[in-house]
């Protein structure tokens, strides 16, 4: 079985200031990791994934995460926060591996950036 | 926006009645998989279709059933419905490499079952 953690429901930043969402996952075999982003009424956004190689990992809008083995996290980053990042934020986790489809997602951090 | 489409938007049935709701995939994707997002919660993972065939199913009842077409969009379909049910079903299309592929997500319906 697959599971996600996101400890925080809510996470209040300055804007300005550097924001973390933080992520755990659990997963039998090696993990394929992703953010998705959530405005009102609206779908998921992907912003980034993790599959192999550099444990840092680069995306959309400035946001960045790092992936990291032994603690089995993967924290979301960005270096100044913006009014308009203001959003909820979903941390996803697959299995890598043939026959592996399913996404796994946490209950989802609702991001508030504060002018 | 990611090109993935749903309709309709919004839906209100009764408690007891079936419901079909539709996604057509991204230009080059095979794949469509359906969520369910309740209220404060995360999606939750239904079925998978690839290449017109089920590919993987979550902790779901039967009466969530599904197709996919040739031309790859999908069709989700209720029956009976629940209380429950309300919620908003997210359809998400990729392209089934064999790898950790991203799937791009619509807009979702939002399902009221009353």
């Known amino acids: 079985a697959q599971s996600v953690a996101q400890p925080e429901d809510q996470v209040n930043v300055a804007e300005g200031n550097p924001l973390t969402v933080k992520c755990t996952y659990s997963v039998s075999g090696n993990p394929y990791l992703f953010w998705y982003v959530q405005y009102p009424n609206r779908g998921l956004q992907f912003l980034l994934k993790y599959i192999t190689g550099d444990n840092l990992v680069k995306g959309s809008y400035g946001f960045e995460a790092e992936f990291n083995k032994s603690q089995t996290s993967f924290h979301l980053k960005k270096p100044s926060a913006l009014v308009s990042d203001s959003a909820l934020y979903f941390c996803a986790v697959r299995v890598s591996g043939a026959g592996s489809y399913q996404l796994t997602f946490g209950k989802g951090t609702k991001l508030s950036v504060i002018p | 926006e990611t090109g993935v489409t749903q309709s309709p938007t919004h839906l209100i049935k009764t408690r007891g009645q079936q419901v079909t709701l539709r996604c057509s995939s991204q230009s080059g994707h095979n794949t469509v998989s359906w969520y369910q997002q309740a209220l404060g919660q995360g999606p939750q993972f239904i079925f998978q279709y690839y290449r017109e065939e089920e590919n993987g199913r979550g902790n779901f009842p039967p009466r969530f059933s599904g197709l996919q077409f040739p031309n790859y969009s999908s069709e989700l379909n209720v029956n009976a419905l629940e209380l429950d049910d309300s919620a908003l079903y997210l359809c998400?299309?990729?392209?089934?490499?064999?790898?950790?592929?991203?799937?791009?997500f619509g807009p979702g319906t939002r399902l009221l079952v009353l």
């Open positions: 998400a299309s990729s392209m089934t490499t064999g790898g950790g592929e991203t799937q791009y």
